[in-house]
């Protein structure tokens, strides 16, 4: 018997929903507060997708549910698991990369939903641009809450002028990505059958 691609997706969802609940517990316990209650918010946000259908019977693609647990995962994990220090910068650019590609793909998905389910009208090269915009946009107020993340609590998410930098191209190159994969998808499939 073969598990589908959508089964496994679930699972490892499953396992990062959980994991971040770990790590939650464990920034309470050590007088990480404030770690404590992103992780809150993080694993609640993972539920977004499930309220979204159960309110508005609105179904996300299975995979943008998993780039979402994924990207908040790899957020938590590495302020509380420490592992942007210990893999760093590779770790920082992978979960930059993951989440730019997140924000691609719902700014993609809600372009096409504007276009498809309304009045508006949106051309494929007007969604390749508002797609990386949007990652563009996102990794900047990122990059300025990480700044002020570190003024206040005295911390170093940003040890220099290159990581800021590195941290917008990978940005960038995830807006790019998505963008351009957007508009293939939108040449190649038809209108009707877009999403």
């Known amino acids: 018997m073969m598990i589908s691609k959508r089964k496994i997706g679930l699972i490892l969802s499953y396992v990062m929903k959980l994991l971040i609940l770990i790590y939650t517990g464990y920034s309470f316990i050590n007088g990480q507060y404030f770690m404590g209650f992103v992780g809150i918010f993080s694993f609640f946000v993972t539920f977004i997708p499930s309220l979204l259908y159960r309110t508005l019977r609105v179904t ?19 302020n509380v698991g420490e592992f942007y220090d210990l893999f760093y910068p590779i770790y920082d650019k992978i979960a930059h990369f993951v989440s730019s590609v997140t924000v691609a793909v719902l700014g993609l ?7 498809q389910y309304t009045d508006t009208n949106l051309n494929k090269y007007m969604i390749m641009v508002f797609v990386v915009l949007l990652t563009m946009a996102f990794g ?14 005295g911390t170093q998410t940003q040890p220099g002028l290159k ?3 590195f941290d917008l191209i990978f940005d960038l190159a995830g807006g790019i990505i998505i963008g351009v ?15």
């Open 181 to 195: 994969l957007g508009y293939v998808y939108h040449e190649k499939i038809p209108r009707r059958h877009f999403l």
């Open 109 to 115: 998905v809600s372009a096409v939903i504007l276009d």
């Open 163 to 165: 990581d800021t930098m």
């Open 140 to 153: 900047a107020f990122w990059e300025i809450g990480e700044f002020l993340y570190d003024l206040l609590l």
């Open 60 to 78: 996300l693609p299975w995979e943008l549910s998993f780039l979402m647990v994924l990207s908040l995962f790899l957020h938590v994990a590495g």
